[in-house]
Structures are given as structure tokens and as C-alpha cells.
């Protein structure tokens, strides 16, 4: 601890004539403030929370006064929670989360008939999956920047991907494919979001068949690479028009989509040329020890715009429903081709000018930095060192690559700022390392706590990052927060990258699963809708064929059910009677018919699990079987006006 009676009189005069004395300032009508009052103010408060000189100026970059909006967001994954958090930056404040692949009671997610079908979209092996293991999310973007239209996230155990849509920061589709068992290298965007890609982890045979890893891995066992198409007007993805790239058996791990000089182009990690499947109590090692015996893995490289056309062409192969560019196919057309990388790699990440691929070593302690133009020359004079067991041309590794820099222990993940400095998260050194992309040094180390996984820099991924903030996205929190047993949230620690030593912010406690990656934008590329338009059914962006307007509420008995089409209102429903016999189907329609901002209200049901989010303008369909008799009170669930307890009512289940 740095106690403050070593503080510079200068920086105090610097803290109080910067920032302090503002306030002051405005009450004395321009009169400058008395400095020694708050001189001596600062001072005493410093001394009573035991705040170090560092620490204050760490709290000027982060405090975000009342009504102040941040400059950047920053959208993470859920971790296994299975949604997205959204955070402010540089203050840290949670904003959003948003329901992606699991119910969500707050927004509804997963109640009402629309989102329910949003879920139903993830369905796999005829199960409801209502949860999802989410790693890396990526923003849509135009020209190789995020463009603050569309997010985009990946399942990696129940191999799915989620578009959300940030005009209302919900989710709008999941889909998946059962040609693949699990992905991880998802999601990564081609520069125009043409594609979305979704890389396998753990190969299985394709389509979901059975075959035993002891006699068939080799054979059987599969990775592919899933283009998804997007179709950006629709702001839906068109699994018709996807198609996949088929991957021998390597469990292949990152990947990263060229920008610029490699656009076409995409790369994806592997960390399993070793062929092992497991097997320790059948006479195999483990997986840990068999995974990492060779030096080198490969670094698959794709020529995704030649796999596009040899798809238009007629030749891919329908498997489980996905157009599937077979092996013999990618290694015959230049579609696939690899280069060695050092051992069992983990992150990779392609440079703002698109001319280098940066693979953290993860087991060495090296990145090493390819080169595009080498790759491509190598490629075009098919200077190949061998092939692979199936067929693949391996580039010679030495020749490919520009250099290599030596970061240190366990380099996983790389970003990237707007003065040619990468940042690298060592995992088992516990640091980020600032190098310089030019020279391939090591410029400074900042020590993060603990076991830092993935970092995320302000519009990191992009062809112009904006450097200032990064976040360390780390594992281990063991000494950082208050105890709150075994289970211990992660730790997202901000990053001053504005000087050139970094310097640590904030902490912050993300208390919702582990998220693995996030990306960070410009607040201002964002443009939510505050309201909905009247009637509109937030997942199809229409009006509902069933919205209700006032005066117009009513009880109709159809063939199909019991429809009740209501409205909601500061402080109302209509009706707010709901009569109906046991056994009916009930299909409610509900529209809140307000049109000011923040007015939302909620919608609940005493034991029939109905729990609907209605924000203005929305239309929400709710439909279940009223298969228990009696009397089940239904009330508002947001606290939207004076009278918002008395925005309530009954449902009257009437006995047989
Ligand atoms: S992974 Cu978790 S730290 Cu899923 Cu991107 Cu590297
Ligand atoms: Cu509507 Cu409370």
C-alpha cells in the first residue's frame, strides 16, 4: 500500500485543478474554489478508504458520474449461463444481459411463443436445450469494422450459433447443424459478414453415427469448419445457403477470418495431429499427455471464397443436411492447405492490415507471427513440404512465417491497438504482454489476477483498433473479492493502454458463468429502437397478425383454443378477468399499447410457469392448457407506475 503522505504536491494540485475543483467551480459562479479546503478533503478521504496516488488516478479513468453514458460497449459471453452480458467501459457497469441460448425470466426469453421458438431453432437430437456453454462472440462488420448492426455467438457444447440483433439487443435465431458434435472456433465473421463461421472442437462422425475411436478415429472421426451464410437484409442466417469445409480428425481449436490483404481467406488452429481420442482405462494415455506429444500441429488454412464457388459449382455433399466440401475435394482444389505451428497452439488472431497471423503457442513460448504474402507465394509456387496423412499440402513452416517473439509462458490470445502494438495473454505467467508488431519485442508486461485467459481491446478485432482500454479477461479470482464460497466469479480487469507502460483500472466481478471472449465498440456505432412499433412481434420485426388495439380487447372461443386478446397500460390489463373451462387451450395476445420509453411491463401467472416481458409497442403470444381448476392470480411483474400493484387480475379456471 502507498500511502498518501508520499503524494506529490504537484499531482494533488494536478487531481484537484483537473477534476475536483469542476464542481466547485460551477457553484462559486467561476470564482475559483478554496484549493486548500479541497486539498485537504481529498486528502482525508484518500487516508479513510487507504487509497494510494495510483489508485485515485485509476479512479478518475473509470468513475462515471450519474447520467454519464460510456464510450465504449463491451458484449461478453455468458460463459455457461448461455447468455451475453453487455458492459459499459471504462465504468464497468453490467447494462444488459441478453437471453441467447437459455430462458431468461427478466426479458421473458423463452416464455412466450415467439421466443420459445427462437430456442426451438436450437433443438438437437430432439431434445430442448435449455442451456449453452458460450465462448466468443463477434460483432457484425462492414469492410472489416464492426458496424453495431448484429452480434453473433457460438455454442460450444451443443454445437449452435445465436444472432442477436442490436437494434433491440434480443435474439432473433439459433441455429444448428448435426453434422458436428461441438464447435469452439465460434463465432468469427468474414469482413462483410458474409459468413459466420462455426469450427468443430472434438471431431465425431459426422451426422451424429456411432463409430469406435479404438478401431475408426482415423477414419470415421471428422472436424469441418461451417460457413453459415448471413443475409443481412432478412439479419438472418440461410442455412440453405451454407455450407461446410470438411477437416481431418485434429481437434482444430481458434480460429480467425482474413481482413484486407487475406481476405478469402480464414485460419483455424489444431491441437491434435496426434490422432489420440482417450482411452485411459483402456490401455491409451490421457488425453492431456497424448495431445502434446508431437512439436507441431497444423494451422489450417482456407481459401473460403474458392470453397464458395466449388459449392456453387455442384461440388459439395449433402450430409445431415449440410453442403459438406469433402477432404479429397479441398485438398485437390487449393482449398485447404496447412503449416505447421508449435505445439498444441490455442489463440489465433489475424493483424488490423490483415498481413499477419499471430498463433499463441500455449505450450512454447513463442507467437508466432505468419505472413499472408508469404503464405500466398508459397501457395501459388506450390512450394509444399509434404502432405499430410489425408492428403493435405503442408507449407514449410520457417518460410512461412515472418518471425517469431519470444512473449513468455503460456500465450494464448492477441489483440491489437491503433499503434502497431499486439497484447498477448500469458496464461501461466499470469500477464498481458505489449509487443511491438513491427520488431516482434516485448515492450512491457502487466501482471494480472489471475490465470488471464482471453483480453478483449478496444475494437480489437477490427482493421482499426482504437487502443485505451483492454480487458483481461481472467479465471481465478482467489484473493480479489469478498469470499462468497467455493464457486468464485471471474475476474475482468480494465487496462489504461493509453500510456506506454499499461496500467491496471478496475476490477470487476463477472458472477455469471465463465465467460471466454468479448469484443469491444464504440458506444456510438450502436443505434437501439427505444420502442417497438405498435403490434410488433420483435422476432418477426412485423406487425402481429394478432396485435391489439385499445378498445378492441376481447375473449374469442376458436376451434383451437380459448384466444384472448389483450392490452396493457399504465395501470391495466384488459381484461383483467380471464374466464375459461379445465382443459381449455388458452391463447393469450398481449400488447403493452404504450408508447413511452421505459414503460415496460411484465406479465405472470400464478403456477403455470407464464412469465412474459412486454416492453412498448410489443406484441406477445402466450399459449398453454389451463388443465388445473381454480383461481390463479395474474399481475404486472415491473413496478411501472404508482398503481403498479394494482395491475392485476385472475384467471378462472372453472372445473369440468
Ligand atoms: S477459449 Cu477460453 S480462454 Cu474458448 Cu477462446 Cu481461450
Ligand atoms: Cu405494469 Cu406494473
Not at 39 to 66: F, G, I, N, W
Not at 397 to 404: L, P
Request: hydrophobic share 40%.
Amino acid at each position: 500500500m502507498h500511502w498518501p503522505t508520499g503524494l506529490s504536491r504537484s499531482w494533488i494540485s494536478l487531481a484537484i485543478g483537473g477534476a475536483f475543483a469542476v464542481g466547485a467551480l460551477a457553484c462559486s459562479g467561476g470564482k475559483s474554489a478554496p484549493r486548500g479546503g479541497a486539498q485537504s478533503a481529498l486528502l482525508e478521504a484518500m487516508k479513510a478508504r487507504k487509497l494510494s496516488e495510483a489508485d485515485v488516478q485509476a479512479a478518475l479513468k473509470t468513475y462515471t458520474p450519474t447520467g454519464r453514458m460510456d464510450e465504449y460497449l463491451t458484449f461478453a459471453s455468458g460463459g455457461h449461463s448461455g447468455q451475453v452480458i453487455v458492459i459499459g467501459v471504462p465504468s464497468m457497469r453490467i447494462l444488459k444481459y441478453i437471453g441467447v441460448f437459455t430462458p431468461e425470466p427478466w426479458q421473458g426469453y423463452g416464455f412466450d411463443e415467439q421466443t420459445k421458438g427462437v430456442l426451438a431453432g436450437g433443438r438437437r437430437a430432439g431434445h430442448d436445450i435449455t442451456w449453452a456453454d458460450t465462448h466468443h462472440p463477434a460483432l457484425s462488420e462492414t469492410a472489416g469494422d464492426y458496424d453495431g448492426q448484429y452480434l453473433f455467438i457460438g455454442d460450444k457444447a451443443n454445437p449452435r450459433l445465436a444472432v442477436i440483433d442490436l437494434a433491440d439487443f434480443t435474439t432473433k435465431q439459433i441455429v444448428t447443424t448435426e453434422l458436428i458434435g461441438s464447435d469452439h472456433g465460434a463465432a468469427f465473421v468474414t469482413p462483410n459478414t458474409d459468413y459466420i463461421v462455426e469450427t468443430t472442437q472434438y471431431p465425431v462422425p459426422f451426422g451424429g453415427g456411432y463409430a469406435d475411436p479404438a478401431k475408426e478415429y482415423k477414419e470415421k472421426y471428422r472436424g469441418a469448419a461451417v460457413f453459415w451464410k448471413f443475409d443481412r437484409k432478412k439479419g438472418r442466417i440461410d442455412p440453405a445457403a451454407s455450407f461446410a469445409v470438411e477437416f481431418p480428425p485434429y481437434t482444430q481449436d481458434l480460429a480467425d477470418a482474413g481482413k484486407l490483404v487475406s481476405d478469402g481467406y480464414a485460419f483455424f488452429n489444431s491441437i491434435n495431429t496426434e490422432l489420440a481420442w482417450g482411452g485411459n482405462q483402456e490401455g491409451q494415455p490421457s488425453m492431456e499427455s497424448s495431445y502434446s506429444k508431437s512439436d507441431m500441429d497444423y494451422l489450417h488454412i482456407v481459401n473460403w471464397k474458392k470453397a464458395e464457388e466449388l459449392v456453387a459449382a455442384g461440388k459439395a455433399e449433402t450430409i445431415a443436411g449440410m453442403k459438406v466440401l469433402r477432404l479429397e475435394v479441398s485438398a485437390a482444389e487449393g482449398v485447404l492447405t496447412f503449416v505447421p505451428e508449435p505445439k498444441s497452439p490455442h489463440g489465433v488472431d489475424v493483424s488490423p492490415d490483415g498481413e499477419d497471423i499471430v498463433v499463441g503457442g500455449k505450450l512454447d513460448t513463442h507467437g508466432t507471427v505468419y505472413s499472408i504474402a508469404k503464405i500466398k507465394a508459397l501457395i501459388a509456387a506450390g512450394k509444399f513440404e509434404s502432405k499430410d496423412p489425408y492428403g493435405v499440402p503442408v507449407l514449410p513452416f520457417k518460410e512461412a512465417i515472418r518471425g517469431q517473439v519470444e512473449l513468455g509462458l503460456g500465450p494464448l490470445h492477441t489483440q491489437f491497438d491503433n499503434q502497431g502494438n499486439a497484447y498477448t495473454s500469458l496464461f501461466l505467467e499470469t500477464v498481458v504482454a505489449k509487443w511491438s508488431l513491427k520488431d516482434l519485442k516485448v515492450l512491457d508486461k502487466l501482471p494480472t489476477h489471475y490465470n488471464i485467459g482471453h483480453l478483449v481491446a478496444a475494437e480489437g478485432d477490427t482493421v482499426s483498433p482504437d487502443g485505451g482500454y483492454l480487458i483481461a479477461m481472467n479465471k481465478w479470482a482467489l484473493d480479489r473479492f469478498n469470499k462468497v464460497g467455493p464457486l468464485l466469479p471471474q475476474n475482468f480487469q480494465l487496462v489504461d493502454l493509453s500510456k506506454p507502460k499499461m496500467s491496471l483500472l478496475y476490477d470487476m466481478p463477472i458472477p455469471l458463468g465463465e465467460p471466454h471472449y468479448a469484443q469491444m465498440i464504440k458506444a456510438d456505432k450502436l443505434k437501439p429502437v427505444d420502442v417497438y412499433k405498435p403490434g410488433e412481434d420483435p422476432i418477426t420485426g412485423e406487425k402481429s397478425p394478432e396485435m391489439v388495439e385499445a378498445n378492441k380487447e376481447r375473449v374469442e372461443r376458436k376451434a383451437d383454443g380459448v384466444h384472448v386478446y389483450m392490452t396493457a397500460v399504465r395501470s391495466h390489463f384488459t381484461p383483467d378477468i380471464i374466464r375459461v373451462k379445465e382443459g381449455d387451450t388458452v391463447k393469450l395476445h398481449i400488447d403493452n399499447i404504450e408508447q413511452a420509453y421505459d414503460a415496460t411491463h411484465g406479465f405472470a401467472i400464478n403456477s403455470y410457469n407464464i412469465n412474459i416481458s412486454i416492453e412498448p409497442g410489443e406484441h406477445s403470444d402466450v399459449t398453454f392448457v389451463a388443465d388445473k381448476a381454480g383461481v390463479f392470480p395474474m399481475y404486472c411483474t415491473e413496478f411501472c407506475s404508482a398503481l403498479h400493484l394494482e395491475m392485476a387480475g385472475y384467471l378462472l379456471v372453472e372445473p369440468k
